[in-house]
Nanobody, 121 residues
Framework: QVQLVESGGGLVQPGGSLRLSCAAS????????MGWYRQAPGKQRELVAI???????NYANSVKGRFTISRDNTKNTVYLQMDSLKPEDTAVYYC???????????????WGQGTQVTVSS
């Protein structure tokens, strides 16, 4: 069984920083892309940032220059460094991994449980 466990959310003032972490564990054969999505109240889930195994990244326009995604392939972990946070960044942030498990279903998307990020003074 594969699990993605996020940590690092919380309450921060505008202009502040937070770092999210997400560790994938279980019977994993290979992880391809890892990424972060977010969903604000009343809105659809949207892509924030994604990173390939080789380190290629892609960001939503709204976070370019403020957020940095990185990963440690030896730990099956992805990070999201969020700087210059704005109130509009408030959302539940979800970790996503495109991976192949050793057993069970083939390659597919796996999701974490979500972590709340609130930007408010």
């Amino acid at each position: 069984q594969v699990q993605l466990v996020e940590s690092g959310g919380g309450l921060v003032q505008p202009g502040g920083s937070l770092r999210l972490s997400c560790a994938a564990s279980g019977s994993i054969f290979s992880i391809y892309f890892m990424g972060w999505y977010r969903q604000a109240p009343g809105k659809q889930r949207e892509l924030v940032a994604i990173i390939s195994t080789g380190g290629n990244t892609n960001y939503a326009n709204s976070v370019k220059g403020r957020f940095t995604i990185s990963r440690d392939n030896t730990k099956n972990t992805v990070y999201l460094q969020m700087d210059s946070l704005k109130p509009e960044d408030t959302a539940v942030y979800y970790c996503n991994a495109d991976l192949s498990p050793i057993l069970g279903r083939g390659r597919g998307d796996y999701w974490g449980q979500g972590t709340q990020v609130t930007v408010s003074s």
